[in-house]
Each structure stands twice: as C-alpha cells, then as structure tokens.
C-alpha cells in the first residue's frame, strides 16, 4: 500500500526553525523525486522543494534558497521505509502555509500535475 506520511508543522515565531519529515512507504523510492509543496490561504498551490535519490540533486524555489534544505534517508527500495526532510530555517511569517510531500516519477516535472502520490498536508504557522 503506498503512502506518504508527513509530519513536523507547527506554530513558530519569525526566524525560527522547524523540521518537516515525509515518510514513504510502499514504493521503489529511486524511480521518484520526493518534494514538497505548500498552499497559503487564497493562494495556489507552489512547488518549495524536491530530491532525486537517484542522483542525489536538490532544488529549491527562489523564494525559500538558503533558508530551506531537502535530505533523505534512504534505508532500501521498494517496500521499506525512506524518509525526506525538509529543514526550514529563518522562517518568514510568508512560509505561513500546509505543506504537502509528493512524489513525481523520475522523468516528470515537479508540478502538482505531475504528481502520482500525494500526503497529508501539514499545517505550518509563522508569526511575526
């Protein structure tokens, strides 16, 4: 059964940190990118950030580069458990949004269009 479990949102006060964990299950974890979008209030839904495990690339969106740092730990492929993390540190009272992980099969753009397995979103709270 495919899953992806996200967790670590929360309230935090301007400039400070959280950790964002996606865990996945159920899938060959090299022939996806794993990432996260976020949708603040009245707004679309935006790509932040996503991971390659095959080739170990990162990539991030203008508006969250150097503050936020996507990392994986990968125990093995298909059917355990691999996680991807999303360190957000400096945090704007912007950030303000539910956070979604996804996963895009290698090959795809990471659009939400794209998406072929989706988690719960995860509320995060920046106030100033």
């Known amino acids: 059964d495919v899953q992806l479990q996200a967790s670590g949102g929360g309230l935090v006060q301007a400039g400070g940190s959280l950790r964002l964990s996606c865990a996945a299950f159920g899938f060959t974890f090299d022939d996806y990118h794993i990432g996260w979008f976020r949708q603040a209030p009245r707004k679309e839904r935006e790509w932040v950030s996503d991971?390659?495990?095959?080739?170990?690339?990162?990539?991030?969106?203008?508006?969250v580069k150097g503050r936020f740092t996507i990392s994986s730990d990968t125990i093995s492929s298909a059917g355990a458990k691999n996680t991807v993390y999303l360190q957000m540190n400096s945090l704007k009272p912007e950030d303000t949004a539910v956070y979604y992980c996804?996963?895009?099969?290698?090959?795809?753009?990471?659009?939400?269009?794209?998406?072929?397995?989706w988690g719960q979103g995860t509320l995060v709270t920046v106030s100033s």
């Open positions: 996804a996963a895009v099969p290698v090959g795809s753009y990471f659009r939400p269009q794209d998406v072929e397995y």
């Open positions: 991971f390659s495990n095959s080739d170990r690339r990162t990539y991030y969106a203008d508006s």
